[in-house]
């Protein structure tokens, strides 16, 4: 069964450092999303990507974080200048054209030190 | 408000036993998807099960069905004979709206445990 992919599974910066997580959606999906989940709470949404653009994203989706679609199979979330409340663990979903379920990836664990 | 609800941050259940995971959403859309996510130990988010608010039957999948109750906006997840890979967190989300690309909505989770 296709799978969304994340690298890497654990990345460790120190603060004030620049990151950048990547995703390899499904490949027929065409909507793309990033969450959060800070150690023991619940998920939040970032932001949705579709069509070469953001459709959706919240509030804590700020100058700070930037997504994009480099070519025709990942998708990126950029963190620039990151802080010590950034840890947390990102989650990359996608969807096709359906009301069929996001599907998610294993997650990346970062970590700001 | 919040838009999803559960209510119990950990539950118990005897292996073999069923099991109902509560949530509560809250919507003033038509439309919408109700979702029920597994997540273990290891961190990964597993979908497990689907109810569109049009759907006059209750959604089911293998030993995973969802007791929907639109009036009361209620989406409870059964599991029945649980097994001891069960243990988990269980997350309710909610889609609004008809559009796929609409966000999630995660509640805040339920931890169960399942007891040999």
């Known amino acids: 069964e296709p799978e969304v992919t994340q690298t890497p599974s654990h990345q460790v910066t120190q603060m004030g450092q620049e990151v950048i997580l990547r995703c390899v959606p499904i490949s027929n999906h065409l909507y793309f999303y990033w969450y959060r989940q800070i150690l023991g709470q619940k998920v939040e949404f970032l932001v949705s990507?579709?069509?070469?653009?953001?459709?959706?994203k919240s509030e804590i989706f700020d100058d700070q974080f930037s997504v994009e679609r480099p070519d025709g199979s990942n998708f990126t979330l950029k963190i620039r200048s990151t802080k010590l409340e950034d840890s947390a663990m990102y989650f990359c979903a996608s969807s096709d054209v359906t009301n069929q379920p996001q599907h998610f990836g294993d997650g990346t664990r970062l970590s700001i030190l | 408000a919040q838009k999803i609800t559960q209510t119990q941050p950990g539950m118990f259940v005897q292996e073999k036993e069923a099991v109902t995971l509560d949530c509560t959403y809250d919507?003033?859309?038509?439309?919408?998807?109700l979702f029920w996510y597994k997540q273990p130990s290891s961190g990964e988010m597993i979908f497990l099960i689907y109810?569109?608010?049009?759907?006059?039957q209750n959604a089911t999948e293998g030993r995973y069905s969802l007791n929907f109750q639109k009036a009361r906006k209620s989406a409870n997840l059964v599991i029945s004979a649980s097994q001891l890979g069960d243990s988990a967190m269980y997350f309710c989300?909610?889609?609004?709206?008809?559009?796929?690309?609409?966000?999630?909505?995660f509640g805040t989770g339920t931890s169960l445990t399942v007891i040999p």
């Open positions: 989300a909610m889609r609004e709206g008809g559009r796929t690309g609409n966000q999630f909505y």
């Open positions: 919507t003033s859309d038509q439309s919408y998807g």
């Open positions: 109810q569109g608010s049009y759907d006059e």
């Open positions: 990507f579709y069509n070469n653009e953001i459709s959706e």
